[in-house]
């Protein structure tokens, strides 16, 4: 996440992401515009674009454009990142439909750490990159969640892996 002083609320990340959206699209936005994305009411939106205007984060008169100011852009950014983070994880890793990992991404991005958001992109790119990450367990998992059974050999492969990461658990906890 990006610093600043004080932390958006899950609401003004909202606007602030909308904003970063529209501004792409339309190289500035409107309040209407705004409004529509979000499905909230234009007095909601001129509520949030003051407080995001107190905070130095948009450039906002009524009745004007709004466009985000370089640190409303920064934080739009990063928060643009941890979404695309985890609906890549929910999509590409754990085979969830397009439009629910939207909806489950723009929930969790709010309250995803750095840490974990770093891990989740380091795990994508080692198992798009690695040619021994084959995705042959993705295949397997995708048929366990279709189909609720486990093939027949995941118990000995269980047990392998359990015997070949005690060592490392053991290292892990001292």
């Known amino acids: 996440m990006v610093n600043t002083p004080e932390q958006l609320s899950e609401s003004l990340e909202n606007y602030v992401e909308a904003i970063f959206h529209i501004e792409t699209k339309k190289h500035a936005a409107r309040a209407k515009d705004i409004a529509e994305?979000?499905?909230?009411?234009?007095?909601?939106?001129?509520?949030?674009?003051?407080?995001?205007?107190?905070?130095?984060?948009?450039n906002y008169a009524p009745y004007d454009i709004i466009t985000l100011t370089s640190k409303g852009k920064a934080i739009a950014r990063d928060v643009v990142h941890r979404h695309t983070t985890l609906r890549d994880f929910f999509v590409k890793i754990l085979s969830i439909?397009?439009?629910?990992?939207?909806?489950?991404?723009?929930?969790?991005?709010?309250?995803?750490?750095?840490?974990?958001?770093?891990?989740?992109?380091?795990?994508?790119?080692?198992?798009?990159?690695?040619?021994?990450?084959?995705?042959?367990?993705?295949?397997?998992?995708?048929?366990?969640?279709?189909?609720?059974n486990l093939p027949a050999h995941c118990q000995e492969c269980r047990a392998q892996g359990i015997e070949d990461m005690q060592p490392h658990w053991a290292n892990k906890s001292k």
């Open 37 to 58: 994305r979000l499905k909230v009411s234009n007095s909601s939106v001129t509520g949030a674009l003051r407080l995001l205007s107190e905070k130095g984060l948009v």
């Open 97 to 148: 439909d397009e439009p629910d990992a939207e909806e489950a991404a723009c929930k969790m991005e709010h309250g995803v750490s750095p840490i974990v958001l770093n891990r989740l992109t380091q795990f994508i790119e080692f198992l798009e990159t690695c040619p021994q990450g084959s995705f042959q367990w993705l295949e397997k998992f995708n048929a366990y969640c279709e189909h609720g």
